[in-house]
């Protein structure tokens, strides 16, 4: 009988970004020298690759992306703005997440009254609250930043990502008009086709999704909604939230965020733990 890759081989490979391809071997000496031989060659590759980071240095690709995305928005009137990455658990209970929701569990809580952000929409519902009262419409927001769920290992998840979220307090247009306007101006920045999908959502109840390759990479919900009353908003909005280590992953086709995203074994891509 054929044999394939094991399945440590197959992980290892990986961990290089390699793709199995399902190749078949006569033996196991053969698999384990080819194996070998595969490894070597990609270990050579990744350190000429550390030699010419530290060569030519430059920002991470992470934080490239963060500041392409930044520049576009504010040259387009979007105001940045910072929020901590430590909540009050009473501004989770204002959107909806309770004891009792899916979400909660997620939460990496500090103690009872404090918590690690999942999202960074708290955050934003109270920052709207308290720029209306000072600027005409539309009030035009965004930020970057990371949050925290505890999510199970894979290619897609970390229990640290970054978040853009974008949104407009009493858009010009009709909000769902205006959350695609949006989503179409981040997914053109990227450079990636896209599709959008209706969905069900644990804290907005309906949401519109963006899809690449069959991957989520942003959620958009617009307003009024049922949530805009706890937190004092009563104008039309719409807003939407991009994953960037999933988004930059599906862009440099990198096949897993970990190889993008804030790491100790990888930086810019180039595995370093050889």
């Known amino acids: 009988m054929p044999l394939t890759y094991t399945p440590a081989q ?11 391809t399902g190749i ?6 053969r698999r384990k020298v080819t194996f070998q031989n595969y490894i070597k060659n990609m270990s050579k590759l990744c350190q000429k690759a550390i030699r010419e980071m530290v060569e030519t240095p430059s ?6 992306f963060e500041n392409d995305l930044a520049s576009f928005l504010t040259e387009r009137g979007f105001i940045e703005v910072k929020t901590p990455t430590i909540i009050s658990t009473a501004s989770l209970k204002k959107m909806g997440i309770g004891k009792d929701h899916p979400l909660y569990k997620q939460v990496f809580h500090l103690d009872e009254k404090r918590c690690m952000r999942p999202m960074l929409a708290p955050n934003l519902y109270a920052v709207m609250g308290h720029m209306r009262k000072s600027v005409k419409e539309p009030l035009k927001l965004f930020e970057i930043g990371s949050c925290y769920r505890k999510e199970s290992r894979s290619s897609e998840h970390m229990s640290e990502f970054t978040m853009l979220n974008i949104v407009i307090l009493g858009p010009e247009r009709e909000p769902r008009s ?12 990227v450079g990636l086709e896209y599709v959008l999908t209706e969905c069900e959502s644990e804290v907005y109840k309906q949401t519109i999704d963006v899809e690449v390759f069959g991957h989520e990479v942003a959620s958009a919900a617009i307003g009024p909604h049922t949530l805009d009353a706890s937190h ?3 104008e039309p909005w719409c807003g939407v939230g991009f994953g960037l280590e999933r988004l930059l992953m599906l862009k440099e086709r990198k096949g897993s965020v970990n190889r993008v995203g804030r790491n100790l074994v990888y930086q810019n891509g180039i595995r370093i733990d050889i």
């Open 178 to 189: 205006g959350v695609l306007d949006l989503i179409d101006t981040v997914m053109d920045i």
């Open 24 to 29: 078949h071997f006569d033996s196991h000496e």
């Open 232 to 234: 004092g908003i009563d």
């Open 10 to 20: 197959k992980q290892r490979l990986h961990e290089f970004g390699v793709k199995e």
């Open 59 to 64: 920002r991470h690709i992470l934080s490239s």
